[in-house]
């Protein structure tokens, strides 16, 4: 089967999306499974949200509008851009293989860190271009070497900011001192998934840095803080002419109706998002706190999601014994952080659950 596809493709390790809560309930006999695996907001969605979706239901049997026309003109005003400079995806995933598809050309290459968001990688491979995976330093983007590894066949760099699966950032000196003297034909991506939940006075805009670097292609979603993942929607914003190209590879239909009104039904809703923020600040401090003092060491986190250092303990044996207690967590791969957890942060309750769990499971 290898000879039907690239040594690219073939070398793809692929996401596995694990099993679902029913599944796991059903499996391990419990009653509750506490998801803090997947970075998801533990609020229900919007009133608002729900309420567009309802609306819209006999719309079912129609084609959605397709270009999003009126989510991308909210999108525009609520960012201070024009229309033609944002493009709605299928989640932030499309989005990624889209900017790829576009503008990748034979022998590319593309920069990034590890640890950080896969998908890079695995797009980059899927369109059969090499990638250079710089190691974090000091669990941030080590954006010095980046620049440093630039060369001729440099097509893109990705940068998540705040990063998956640390929750670091970098700031606004370093991100202007970055994007300083990049080869004009350079795509940075600056992926700011998390940028509603960070708190931190230093943290950059990217939107703020548009004309340092023309190529600049900032991603946001709807994923998180909106609390819309199921419908799949994020967007970019881009210069003109980086839109239009996207725009012209990019699917018919790509973002569907029910997501297209929910979307623009929670941009309206100050209120949700306003509390989403102070609940999620308050939690995410709750639960850094409680696991740090068991004795953990927690990398300081600007995301909806904290860093757990196990002290040496085995990563996916305490994740199996965290899941008996039905505390369901995401162990990282040994070749990147080893002994490390990614948790979710979850409501009040599901905290305080998980911080007992962590102390009973690690006798701490």
Known sequence: MGKLVTVSIESIVPYNPGKTTEELKSELGLEKIIRACANET???????AIEAVVANLDQLPIYPDGGASNLRNKIAQKMNVDADE???GNGSNELIELIVRTFARPADEIITSIPSFVVYKHIALAHGLKVHELPLKNQKFDLAAMKAKITPQSRFIFIANPNNPTGTYITN????????????????????AYIEYVDADDFPNSLDYRNQHQNLITLRTFSKIYGLAALRVGYAIAQKNIINYLGRVRAVFNVNSLAQVAAEAVL????YIQNSKNLLLQNRK???EGLSSLGLTITPSQANFVLVDLMGADTLETQKELLKRGVFVAPMPTSWLPHHHRVSVCSFEDNMEIISAYKEVLKL
């Open 286 to 288: 709750q639960l850094s």
């Open 42 to 48: 533990f609020l229900p969605p919007s009133e608002k």
């Open 173 to 192: 000196r370093e991100l202007e001192e970055f994007l300083t003297d990049l080869p004009e034909d350079l795509i940075v991506v600056l992926d700011e």
């Open 86 to 88: 944002v493009v709605l």
């Open 268 to 271: 309206d809703d100050r209120e």
